[in-house]
Structures are given as structure tokens and as C-alpha cells.
């Protein structure tokens, strides 16, 4: 079946770049959730920790059983809070304090406007008095910032509130805690970096959504998205391709199928505006479940070596090509 090429060299370009910018390895928490963005789960997160990364951020505790042993802290952002000596948890509501387990390590998530998870700005009080009347361990507060890959004021008073935030925490009495709000955009654009953490997501796979504006961070992507040969045939003109038969053969000309499809989590797409591989191949016709069609005889194609081109074919973000991909497809590392 297709297959995908994991670049070590890419991806320790990228740390390093990131590293650059915090001062120090071990403030970056690699994001593995989702399968690490579509690049394999277990894979990235051994390449991470060979990197010298020690703190990692995943959406639930099976993920996070698949790598504990790695790394020295683990983030889970949406799980039932348990007492785990290498887990902590991401609190977003005054529910989830008073549910956890007592002794677990939490973070405080707070809505600086982002409006999505967290504690809102009024219920921090109430909040830190329900963690010490359930003897939970505060040991880190964080954000998420709505607007840093934007040209806007908005990243800036979202930074203020945060700061706030962080006097109310300790005059609250709470030490030894880590404050985080730094996502890869915001890493990518600041010039003076001054908290515990950064959680780095897209940014280490290699892209760099920040607009044109800012100044540039070069950042090399990560995957390459390869499909194998299945058959070949030679058409005739006038000889039409596919379901519908989208695509009809403006002369005699060689085709070969290849072993990927929306099936794989690649996507469908719209035959009237062909997606173009990295190798310059439009795929002729409707993309099927299991295969695409290309003017190629080759063995071997690389259909996507960067999910930002990718993503602007098809509409949408680097994110979403590379998280669709499913899981079963079999990774190398070069």
C-alpha cells in the first residue's frame, strides 16, 4: 500500500530552529496528539526524546501510555484526571477539579478569549481554592492564543490577560509551577521568549503558517506521502478514466493506478480541478477509495512531499491533509 517517509534531519532542523528561539531544549513539549499529526505516534516521539525533548502534550491517557516511558512529563488535554507521577492534566472546567482524582498533577487551562476550553478569567479564584480543598497538584497554568498566525493586536492582549493570570496564581500561593501559552505560531514570531514551556504542534512537522509579514523562520517538511503502482494500461484517445469517467484520454497515452485513495484519508478532491503531486502528475479523474489514476509508468510516486502545497489545492490547512491520514499506513524513516 502507499506509504510515507518520515525525514529525521527535517524534523531535528525544525526542533533546533524552535530551539533557537526558547533558549534551551528542554522548554519545548512536543504536541504528539492525533498521531502526531498524522506522522506516527510512536515514531515521532522516539525521534523527540533521541533529540533530547522531555516533556511531550497528547489528547488522551492511550496515547500517552504509548510514550510515558520517553519523557519525563506527559500533558493529557482531555481525559479523566487520574494520579500518575509522569501525567498531568489539563483542567477547562470547575466540573473537572472536583472530579479528579485526588494527589493528580493538573494544569490550569484559562480563556484568555479564546472562548473554546478553560477557566474563565472570573472563576480563577474559585477555581485555585477547589484544587487545595481537593489536594490536587497545580503544576502548571496555561492558554491557547485564537489569533497568533494573524497580523493583529489580539495575540498581545491575549499575552497581557495571561500575565494577569500568572500574578493571581502566585499570590495565590502556588509555587513550582510551569506557565505555558506559546503555540507554534507564537514561537515563530516572537523575538524574546520568557516562560517554562512552548508547545510546539505543526511547527516541528515543518510549517510555518505565520503570513508573509513576519519574519521568516524556515522550517522543512517532514513527510512525504508515496503511493506504489498496481497496473498499467495504455488508452486509446477518446477513452474515458474513473467513476463518471471524468477524464477522458486527448490521445493514445500510458496510465498507471497507484495504491492510495480517500480510504487511506486521502482527499476525494474535485476532478474538475485535478490535485497536482509534488512530481507534476494531475490525478486523472475521480479519486477512488483505494487508488488514484496518473500519466505514469513509474514503480514508485511521491504524491505529496509538503501539506502546505497540498492544502492550498485542496482548500484548506496544512493540518487537516496531514491529521486525515490514516493510521495504518506504514512509516519509514530516511
Same mark, same amino acid.
Given at each position: 500500500?502507499?506509504?510515507?517517509?518520515?525525514?529525521?534531519?527535517? !524534523?531535528?532542523?525544525?526542533?533546533?530552529?524552535? @530551539?533557537?528561539?526558547?533558549?534551551?531544549?528542554?522548554?519545548?513539549?512536543?504536541?504528539?496528539?492525533?498521531? $502526531?499529526?498524522?506522522?506516527? =505516534?510512536?515514531?515521532?516521539?522516539?525521534?523527540?526524546?533521541?533529540?533530547?525533548?522531555?516533556?511531550?502534550?497528547?489528547?488522551? *491517557? %492511550?496515547?500517552?501510555?504509548?510514550?510515558?516511558? %520517553?519523557?519525563?512529563?506527559?500533558?493529557?488535554?482531555?481525559?479523566?484526571?487520574?494520579?500518575?507521577?509522569?501525567?498531568?492534566?489539563?483542567?477547562?472546567?470547575?466540573?473537572?477539579?472536583?472530579?479528579?482524582?485526588?494527589? $493528580?498533577?493538573?494544569?490550569?487551562?484559562?480563556?484568555?478569549?479564546?472562548?473554546?476550553?478553560?477557566?474563565?478569567?472570573?472563576?480563577?479564584?474559585? @477555581?485555585?481554592?477547589?484544587?487545595?480543598?481537593?489536594?490536587?497538584?497545580?503544576?502548571?497554568?496555561?492558554?491557547? !492564543?485564537?489569533? @497568533?498566525?494573524?497580523?493583529?493586536?489580539?495575540?498581545?492582549?491575549?499575552?497581557?490577560?495571561?500575565?494577569?493570570?500568572?500574578?493571581?496564581?502566585?499570590?495565590?500561593?502556588?509555587?513550582?509551577?510551569?506557565?505555558?501559552? /506559546?503555540?507554534?505560531?507564537?514561537? =515563530?514570531?516572537?523575538?524574546? !521568549?520568557?516562560?517554562?514551556?512552548?508547545?510546539?504542534?505543526?511547527?516541528?512537522?515543518?510549517?510555518?503558517?505565520?503570513?508573509?509579514?513576519?519574519?521568516?523562520?524556515?522550517?522543512?517538511?517532514?513527510?512525504?506521502?508515496? @503511493?506504489?503502482?498496481?497496473?498499467?494500461?495504455?488508452?486509446?484517445?477518446?477513452?474515458?478514466?474513473?467513476?463518471?469517467?471524468?477524464?477522458?484520454?486527448?490521445?493514445?497515452?500510458?496510465?498507471?493506478? /497507484?495504491?492510495?485513495?480517500?480510504?487511506?484519508?486521502?482527499?476525494?478532491?474535485?476532478?474538475?480541478?485535478? /490535485?497536482?503531486?509534488?512530481?507534476?502528475?494531475? *490525478?486523472?479523474?475521480?479519486?477512488?477509495?483505494? !487508488?488514484?489514476?496518473?500519466?505514469?509508468?513509474?514503480?514508485?510516486?511521491? *504524491?505529496?512531499?509538503? $501539506?502546505?502545497?497540498?492544502?492550498?489545492?485542496?482548500?484548506? *490547512?496544512? /493540518?487537516?491533509?496531514?491529521? $486525515?491520514?490514516?493510521?495504518?499506513?506504514?512509516?519509514?524513516?530516511?
Amino acid at each position: 500500500m502507499a506509504f510515507i517517509k518520515i525525514n529525521k534531519q527535517n !524534523f531535528y532542523h525544525n526542533l533546533n530552529q524552535i @530551539a533557537l528561539k526558547t533558549g534551551s531544549v528542554d522548554k519545548i513539549a512536543i504536541v504528539l496528539k492525533d498521531n $502526531a499529526y498524522g506522522h506516527g =505516534l510512536e515514531l515521532m516521539a522516539k525521534l523527540a526524546s533521541e533529540f533530547g525533548i522531555k516533556h511531550a502534550v497528547v489528547r488522551k *491517557i %492511550l496515547e500517552a501510555e504509548l510514550i510515558r516511558s %520517553l519523557f519525563e512529563t506527559v500533558l493529557v488535554l482531555s481525559d479523566t484526571i487520574i494520579k500518575d507521577e509522569v501525567y498531568s492534566f489539563a483542567i477547562n472546567t470547575l466540573e473537572d477539579i472536583k472530579q479528579a482524582q485526588k494527589g $493528580a498533577k493538573v494544569e490550569l487551562k484559562v480563556d484568555t478569549v479564546m472562548h473554546r476550553n478553560g477557566i474563565a478569567l472570573d472563576e480563577i479564584d474559585e @477555581a485555585l481554592s477547589l484544587i487545595k480543598e481537593q489536594k490536587l497538584n497545580l503544576v502548571g497554568v496555561m492558554t491557547h !492564543f485564537r489569533s @497568533a498566525d494573524e497580523l493583529s493586536s489580539e495575540l498581545f492582549w491575549q499575552q497581557k490577560r495571561f500575565e494577569a493570570v500568572k500574578e493571581r496564581v502566585k499570590n495565590a500561593g502556588f509555587i513550582d509551577v510551569r506557565f505555558h501559552s /506559546y503555540n507554534s505560531a507564537a514561537i =515563530l514570531r516572537t523575538k524574546s !521568549f520568557d516562560e517554562d514551556l512552548v508547545r510546539v504542534g505543526i511547527g516541528a512537522y515543518g510549517y510555518n503558517e505565520l503570513p508573509s509579514s513576519f519574519d521568516k523562520v524556515e522550517l522543512k517538511p517532514v513527510m512525504g506521502l508515496h @503511493a506504489k503502482k498496481v497496473s498499467s494500461r495504455v488508452l486509446k484517445a477518446s477513452e474515458r478514466i474513473g467513476y463518471g469517467g471524468d477524464f477522458t484520454a486527448p490521445k493514445e497515452m500510458l496510465v498507471s493506478t /497507484y495504491d492510495l485513495g480517500y480510504g487511506d484519508g486521502w482527499c476525494r478532491g474535485d476532478s474538475t480541478q485535478p /490535485y497536482v503531486t509534488s512530481e507534476g502528475l494531475p *490525478i486523472l479523474g475521480r479519486v477512488s477509495m483505494d !487508488f488514484v489514476i496518473l500519466a505514469s509508468d513509474k514503480d514508485e510516486v511521491c *504524491i505529496m512531499d509538503d $501539506a502546505q502545497v497540498a492544502a492550498k489545492q485542496f482548500g484548506t *490547512i496544512s /493540518y487537516e491533509v496531514t491529521t $486525515a491520514l490514516s493510521i495504518d499506513i506504514p512509516k519509514e524513516v530516511i
